[in-house]
């Protein structure tokens, strides 16, 4: 299953890294796809995954998760 989500903030491959690798960490998810232009990060996992964990790991890394769709 995939989901995009929208993301405030990213700037650059250094944002495009943190926010791959802190969704990365979370159970379940097998892919994450940054579009850096549009803001869009695709996240696919072998499960459904929780919005309130991918905006953790968004925080994390240090950025504003705005919204999801599938």
């Not at 944002?15 to 969704?23: G, L």
């Not at 549009?38 to 995954?49: D, F, I, L």
């Amino acid at each position: 299953m995939e989901t995009v989500y929208t993301v405030k903030g990213m700037t650059c491959g250094h944002c495009v890294n943190s926010v791959s690798t802190e969704i990365g960490k979370i159970d379940g998810v097998t892919g994450v796809q940054v579009d850096l232009a549009a803001g869009a990060v695709t996240v696919a996992s072998s499960e459904p995954v929780a919005q309130s964990a991918v905006a953790a790991a968004v925080d994390e890394a240090g950025y504003e998760l705005i919204g999801a769709h599938s």
